[in-house]
C-alpha cells in the first residue's frame, strides 16, 4: 500500500501556532457576560474525533466585526507564543479536542446575529467544514437558514443550555445525527 498523497490528508500539517495558548478565550478575562460554549466531536461511528481543530467567528456583542488584532502575542525572552492578552475582544478563536474529542470556548454573546461561525480541521476530511452553533434566547424564527432546514436537521445546529451561561454543542461529521454543513461557493 502507498502512503497518502498530499490531496488525500488534510494539511499542510503546521504545528506553528497551531492551537496557541488560550485560543478558546475570545473574552476578556473576568467579563461579566462571558458565556461557555463546550462539546464534543464525533466520527461517523460515534467515536470522539480526539485531533479536531475548531475555528469560532464572530461579531463582538455590539455586532462589529472587526475585532482587534494581536492575539498571537510573543515572549520577549524566549521568542515563544504567549497567546493572547485577556484584555481585548478579537472575535477569533481556535481550540483543538483533548483525548475524548472534547472542545470549549469562552466568549461573548454575538451581536446582530444569534450564532457563531465555526470551521472545522479534522482527519479524514479532505476540506474543512463550515457550520454555525445558534445560541438559546435569540429571535432564532427570524433566521433564514433555520427557517429552511426540517426541524431534525434544524436540531442540528442548537446548542442547549447546560448550566447558567454555559452550553454543549457536539459535532457530528457523519450518520443519522449528522451535524448540519454549509456550502459556501
Avoid at 507564543?81 to 481550540?95: C, E, S, Y
Amino acid at each position: 500500500m502507498l502512503p497518502p498523497t498530499p490531496a488525500q490528508t488534510v494539511g499542510p500539517f503546521y504545528g506553528y501556532a497551531l492551537p496557541f495558548p488560550g485560543g478558546g478565550d475570545i473574552a476578556p478575562a473576568g467579563h461579566p457576560d462571558t458565556v461557555t460554549v463546550h462539546g464534543h466531536v464525533y466520527d461517523g461511528a460515534g467515536a470522539p474525533i480526539p485531533d479536531a481543530l475548531l475555528e469560532i467567528w464572530q461579531p463582538a456583542p455590539d455586532g462589529s466585526r472587526t475585532g482587534v488584532p494581536g492575539s498571537l502575542r510573543r515572549d520577549p525572552v524566549t521568542g515563544g507564543h504567549l497567546g493572547r492578552n485577556g484584555v481585548d475582544f478579537t472575535g477569533f478563536g481556535r481550540v483543538a479536542t483533548d483525548a475524548d474529542g472534547h472542545w470549549a470556548v469562552r466568549t461573548l454573546p454575538p451581536g446582530g446575529v444569534p450564532y457563531l461561525s465555526v470551521c472545522v480541521f479534522a482527519r479524514g476530511l479532505l476540506h474543512h467544514l463550515f457550520t454555525r452553533i445558534y445560541l438559546p434566547g435569540a429571535d432564532l424564527a427570524a433566521d433564514p437558514l433555520l427557517d429552511s432546514l426540517d426541524p431534525g436537521r434544524r436540531e442540528t445546529l442548537l446548542a442547549t443550555a447546560t448550566g447558567p451561561r454555559t452550553y454543549r454543542f457536539d459535532l457530528r461529521l457523519q450518520g443519522p445525527e449528522e451535524t448540519v454543513f454549509l456550502d459556501f461557493r
